[in-house]
């Protein structure tokens, strides 16, 4: 599946992989006068190439490392010769993707092997400049795009929605918080995130997931300190884990999100 909208000097590409003609899980990523922001995952590869393969595109970026954002990329460097650019560690896997959990095999599909050029601190299109900005947190290599005439942020997995309560094995809660305040600073406009598509006022809601972040953060502080094992305080804060966690053999779930912060209490305090 690929849906294709236009908004005006931006154009968002929304893709999936479906099952009984509903899809398993959104991935959107962009363009924005010739440069491609991420690439979709790999089981859209079909429509990707049907969509873009006379699409003026004249460069990629790449927000971070996992399949759903970099599952296409081989196509645009090797058979459209266009260079992709992304952070250095982001090329490391990129060039020698490890195998992925069978869940991410089965929504996203594993990325064919790719090369690219590390990116420097601006991006420069024929009409625009973008400022690049480490934002790690959902991943370590992760980053983001802000274009300051427009204050519009190309933000990747950084949002993904403010009542999102899980993490992948590896999110860091303290590196997700302060990268957010990073881009809070720049009072973005609009976002154009991976999951959710394009989002009015940026602002308010990187705030809004800010607060609630930091309020659950506040919580398991205050159940931990009073002794409440991680298990239970999963239980307490968020009522249990939900199925995916299963689904994903336990690459994915709320325990994680009560593990981080734990490992990270020293950040939280009531100022």
């Not at 990629?60 to 970099?70: C, K, R, S």
């Not at 933000?155 to 990268?179: P, R, W, Y």
């Not at 154009?192 to 607060?211: P, Q, V």
Request: glycine residues 8%.
């Amino acid at each position: 599946m690929l849906i294709k909208t236009d908004y005006g000097e931006i154009v968002e590409f929304k893709t999936s992989r479906t099952a009984f003609g509903r899809p398993l899980y959104l991935a959107h990523f962009f363009l924005l006068d010739g440069l491609l922001i991420d690439t979709g995952p790999a089981h859209t590869a079909t429509e990707v190439k049907r969509a873009l393969i006379n699409a003026p595109v004249n460069q990629v970026a790449i927000t971070h490392q996992h399949e759903d954002h970099t599952g296409n990329c081989s196509f645009f460097e090797q058979e459209l010769k266009i260079p992709i650019y992304a952070h250095p560690d982001t090329l490391i896997i990129m060039k020698s993707p490890p195998p992925v959990p069978i869940y991410r095999h089965v929504i996203w599909g594993s990325q064919p092997p790719a090369n690219g050029l590390p990116l420097s601190s601006k991006l420069v299109t024929e009409k625009y400049t973008l400022d690049v900005i480490h934002t790690p947190g959902h991943s370590i290599d992760h980053v983001s795009f802000f274009e300051p005439v427009n204050r519009w942020l190309f933000c990747g997995d950084l949002f993904l929605g403010e009542k999102l309560t899980g993490f992948m094995v590896g999110e860091n809660i303290a590196d997700h918080l302060q990268s957010l305040k990073k881009v809070i600073a720049l009072k973005p406009k609009v976002l154009f995130c991976g999951l959710k598509g394009r989002i009015e006022n940026a602002t308010e809601r990187l705030i809004s997931k800010y607060e609630q972040w930091w309020n659950i953060g506040l919580k398991v502080k205050e159940l931990y300190k009073a002794g409440i094992s991680r298990n239970n305080i999963t239980k307490i804060v968020f009522g249990g884990e939900l199925f995916f966690h299963y689904i994903s053999q336990s690459n994915w779930g709320r325990c994680y999100m009560v593990d981080t912060i734990i490992d990270n209490l020293s950040i939280f305090n009531n100022q």
